[in-house]
């Protein structure tokens, strides 16, 4: 049983930060990787960051690489995103996933479980 619940969004001044948070209200992630997207207004849907089952890799979007920060506690399902030196690119709606596989990947079409997303405003 999956369902994927974001929270911490709201509004951040640029240049300061924001924790987000990702868990499975119905139990655990299991073997899977798990990755946040964002989609900002107007514009489709992009990759963020992914960490894979075991927490040992992670990936990120070459936009947010040294300033956001993806980790996993698979003891309390939980999987945190961290952004630091937020700007207003940043801005839009954040989602998890969790993916068909142990893996981390950059495509949408590997994740099967969304969250309803949480949005974040970074003003200028």
């Not at 996993?72 to 996933?97: H, I």
Request: hydrophobic share 35%.
């Amino acid at each position: 049983q999956v369902q994927l619940v974001e929270s911490g969004g709201g509004v951040v001044q640029a240049g300061g930060s924001l924790g987000l948070s990702c868990v499975n209200s119905k139990g655990a992630f299991g073997k899977y990787a798990i990755a946040w997207f964002r989609q900002a207004p107007g514009k489709e849907r992009e990759f963020v960051g992914a960490i894979n089952w075991s927490g040992i890799t992670v990936s990120y979007a070459d936009s947010v690489k040294g300033r956001f920060t993806i980790s996993r506690d698979n003891a309390k399902n939980m999987v945190p995103l961290q952004m630091n030196s937020l700007k207003p690119e940043d801005t839009g709606v954040y989602y998890c996933a969790r993916s068909r596989y142990p893996y981390a990947d950059r495509q949408e079409v590997m994740y099967d479980f969304w969250g309803q997303g949480t949005q974040v405003t970074v003003s200028s």
